[in-house]
């Protein structure tokens, strides 16, 4: 049972490139979650998902884009990457209002470093 | 805005002994949740508090809500090793479609 798959692992760009992390989860989960986690630090919110089609901005969203054409991906789209998005990102998902307060599953993350 | 605070943000203690770590949030919130995450790894879901006075216990690990005070807190009972780790307090906020406010994370080294 994969739960929520994150690729790629591990990252290095150069200020500038642009890259798409990419996200699947196979529970069937309606909403999706995209993090960002700085060192020592808790999880920022960038964008959220609450169904395929339907996107929305989290606390962070700024040199950040999503889509959500399925209910399974939710690739995070980084344009024009600069060092303030040097960061560990984590995708997550959960089922939502129909299952009641079920917690979130998360990846295992990216690791992206931008020099 | 809903704020989340813990503390302490870093604790380091023998094994064999208890300790609480405490979590506020700013704002009303019917839903608490504790996560664990060991160095390098992703967040594992320890429990759900969904009520005032909520009580979750596993193993040496048990977590309550007191939601008219705004605090939750997380009981280490006779620690291990094996809980060191980073743990996290996260608060759903009303009405935001499950977007969780996080705490800044209390990471607990227990010493053998």
């Known amino acids: 049972n994969a739960g929520v798959t994150q690729t790629p692992k591990f990252r290095i760009l150069k200020i500038g490139q642009s890259m798409t992390l990419q996200c699947t989860q196979d529970?069937?989960?309606?909403?999706m979650y995209w993090y960002r986690q700085d060192p020592g630090m808790g999880l920022k919110l960038i964008y959220y998902s609450v169904g395929a089609g339907i996107t929305d901005k989290g606390e962070v969203p700024n040199g950040y884009n999503v889509s959500r054409s399925t209910t399974e991906d939710f690739p995070l789209r980084l344009e024009l990457a600069a060092p303030s998005q040097t960061s560990v990102y984590f995708c997550?998902?959960?089922?939502?209002?129909?299952?009641?307060?079920?917690?979130?599953?998360f990846g295992d993350g990216t690791r992206l470093s931008i020099l | 805005e809903l704020k989340v605070e813990q503390n302490p943000l870093f604790l380091s203690m023998q094994e064999g002994k208890n300790y609480t770590i405490y979590c506020n949030y700013s704002?009303?919130?019917?839903?608490l949740y504790w996560y664990r995450q060991d160095p390098g790894k992703s967040l594992e879901s320890l429990f759900v508090l969904l009520s005032n006075g909520a009580v979750k216990q596993e193993g040496r690990l048990m977590a309550s809500l007191d939601t008219k005070a705004r605090l939750s807190t997380l009981h280490i009972t006779a620690a291990v090793h094996d809980l060191s780790a980073t743990y996290f307090c996260a608060v759903d906020e009303r009405d935001s479609n499950y977007q969780l406010i996080w705490g800044a994370g209390t990471k607990l080294i227990i010493k053998p």
């Open positions: 529970m069937n989960h309606n909403y």
């Open positions: 997550a998902s959960s089922p939502g209002v129909a299952s009641g307060n079920q917690p979130q599953h």
């Open positions: 704002t009303t919130s019917d839903r």
